[in-house]
């Protein structure tokens, strides 16, 4: 069963636009959500976070979005850069629970000079 | 400085060998994970280790056994490897009560 979903496996867009990547997720009991940068060969690295608590939080170019009534996440890069070409998960968990982060299947982000 | 390090980074055997898998991390962080990633993509946990103390083992054959000697480290070592053994394994830390884990670079199981 899987607890988040990304259902787009791959994202092509050209630099300078906009890349949204969208993440849903079932469990209710969720309440922190991170998004991974993965690039070939490499570990997943840290991109951005938010806490349930709010709808919105911003890094530089990296927007994430929280809508906890749809249980529906976003990532928006902006202006999208051709190094922003990775795989980007999702991750939820529980605070106060096991502290097990649950993975989206990852969305393959090109970004096209 | 690489924070989390994993060793082999690459790794062929054959079916039925034994080998191990070690990880360090220089964060300070006193838990660490392994994490599978398999053929679907699918990152899943297997093991948390929080000050040498197992806190997460999730449905994951004996034949896989962590070891932490210390809260900067946590082997994994796979016994009688099988075919469906071939995945990449990332070992990754965080500090206990902060939700951001740190990945190592992964650890590519090839087993023929």
């Known amino acids: 069963d899987q607890q988040v979903k990304q259902n787009s496996p791959s994202l092509s867009v050209q630099e300078g636009r906009i890349s949204i990547l969208n993440c849903d997720y079932t469990?209710?009991?969720?309440?922190?959500f991170l998004w991974y940068k993965k690039y070939p060969a490499e570990g997943p690295t840290f991109l951005i976070s938010?806490?349930?608590?709010?709808d919105k939080n911003e890094d530089g170019r990296f927007t994430v979005f929280l809508n906890k009534s749809a249980k529906h996440l976003s990532l928006h890069i902006v202006p999208s850069q051709p190094g922003d070409s990775a795989v980007y998960f999702c991750?939820?968990?529980?605070?106060?629970?096991?502290?097990?982060?649950?993975f989206g299947k990852g969305t393959k982000l090109t970004v096209n000079p | 400085d690489t924070a989390v390090s994993q060793t082999p980074k690459y790794l062929v055997t054959q079916m039925g060998n034994d080998k191990s898998i070690k990880c360090e991390q220089n964060?300070?962080?006193?838990?660490m994970y392994w994490y599978k990633q398999d053929s679907k993509k699918f990152l899943k946990i297997m093991f948390s280790?929080?000050?040498?103390?197992?806190?997460i083992n999730e449905t994951v054959p004996n034949r896989f056994s962590p070891k932490s000697p210390d809260k900067a480290h946590l082997n994994l070592h796979i016994n009688s490897l099988e075919l469906g053994d071939s995945a990449v394994y990332f070992c990754?830390?965080?500090?206990?009560?902060?939700?951001?884990?740190?990945f190592g670079e992964g650890s590519w199981l090839t087993v023929v």
């Open positions: 991750a939820a968990l529980t605070q106060g629970g096991s502290e097990k982060l649950v």
């Open positions: 280790y929080n000050n040498k103390e197992l806190i």
């Open positions: 990754a830390s965080s500090q206990a009560g902060w939700p951001t884990i740190y």
């Open positions: 469990n209710s009991m969720f309440d922190y």
């Open positions: 938010i806490s349930s608590i709010k």
């Open positions: 964060l300070g962080h006193d838990t």
